[in-house]
């Protein structure tokens, strides 16, 4: 939670300041599934948007689980926020070492049969990670939005491959090689994301969002 609180303060582009009054735009990034520091997160956010301190735009969901997205918008729906935009990343990471609690969840029901909790969004309106970022960034004054990230880097990494226009990775790669690694790769040998920390097997680096005025400069 350390982290998170943090993370509230951080702006998505390096050196930008906080918004003076209102609502601070926010993506959200979360591998919810084993650990209960990403439920705890949402209940926060969910506290100061109540409070008018944040605008959450979107979230991107990053673990290999078949219920993680849908308890997110039970959370949604049950906070009272069901209009959220929610991405589940097409390469997420798997889980095999912890129980999965969104599963317990989403399972219940009640007397009769039908689900204990209600859901606000169709398997159709589950997006892309990066599409919806790009269409959330896009919309939003330069240097407004915060990205919280409690999930992984790839999604981000991504996000910035792209931005600077998928730029082919200096290292040999495997011809079938997928736009993951290339990202990925690409991002540590442009130093936005530290070489000693496996993008894919660590919380998501602030390197990558601190490296979005870089990738400005590239292009």
């Not at 390469?91 to 399972?107: E, G, K, Q, R, S």
């Amino acid at each position: 939670m350390i982290l998170f609180a943090a993370a509230l303060l951080l702006p998505w582009c390096a050196g930008a300041a906080a918004p003076e009054k209102g609502a601070v735009p926010v993506i959200f990034e979360t591998d919810m599934g084993n650990d209960i520091d990403d439920a705890l997160a949402f209940d926060l956010i969910y506290k100061a948007m109540d409070d008018g301190r944040v605008d959450l735009l979107a979230i991107g969901n990053h673990k290999l689980s078949p219920t993680a997205t849908d308890y997110i918008d039970i959370l949604n729906t049950w906070y009272g926020y069901p209009d959220i935009p929610l991405a589940q990343s097409p390469t997420p990471v798997l889980n095999d070492h912890a129980p999965d609690y969104t599963a317990a969840v989403c399972a219940m029901t009640r007397e009769d049969g039908s689900p204990a909790f209600a859901r606000s969004k169709t398997p159709e309106q589950i997006e892309d990670p990066v599409t919806l970022y790009r269409r959330t960034l896009a919309a939003q004054p330069d240097r407004s939005v915060t990205v919280l990230s409690l999930g992984f880097a790839t999604e981000l990494a991504k996000l910035l491959w792209t931005e600077a226009g998928k730029p082919a990775p200096a290292a040999v790669m495997a011809e079938d090689a997928t736009d993951e690694q290339k990202a990925l790769t690409w991002a540590v040998e442009s130093q936005l994301i530290s070489a000693d920390k496996p993008a894919d097997a660590s919380v998501g680096r602030w390197e990558v969002i601190r490296g979005w005025n870089r990738v400005k400069e590239m292009k």
